[in-house]
């Protein structure tokens, strides 16, 4: 399975950003799957995790009810759109996938197989 993120970028305080994930090769290979980022000199975190099926969902409290992440089953690609972005929100966000499903611990980055290579999300104040 290859991780294509895309849609990163340089944005004001405040405003919105919608990033995705595209998945390919052997998609089947991506159930569950998550959002993870990094900031400079800060380890990775997890910001949201969707269920294979997308009836579930996972949330840091950081980005909780700001950011919404969701997934088209069939093109199996991922999408995070975050509203209300702060610079502390500013990281390389990496799409993750599990060939697992319901994952029962989604927050943690050991459960996923698969890592895309990241796209750069930077909020200016």
């Known amino acids: 399975v290859q991780l294509q993120a895309s849609g990163g970028g340089l944005v004001q305080a405040g405003d919105s950003l919608n990033i995705s994930c595209e998945a390919s090769g052997r998609t089947y290979g991506a159930q569950d799957m998550a959002w993870f980022r990094q900031a400079p000199g800060k380890d990775r975190e997890f910001v949201a995790h969707?269920?294979?099926?997308?009836?579930?969902?996972t949330y840091s409290d950081s980005v909780k009810g700001r950011f919404s992440i969701s997934r088209d089953i069939v093109k199996t690609i991922v999408y995070l759109q975050m509203n209300n972005l702060q610079p502390d929100d500013t990281a390389v966000y990496f799409c993750?996938?599990?060939?697992?499903?319901?994952?029962?611990?989604?927050?943690?980055?050991?459960?996923?197989?698969?890592w895309g290579q990241g796209t750069l999300v930077t909020v200016s104040s």
């Open positions: 969707i269920a294979w099926d997308g009836y579930r969902t």
């Open positions: 993750a996938a599990s060939s697992l499903s319901d994952l029962p611990e989604p927050t943690t980055s050991s459960p996923y197989r698969y």
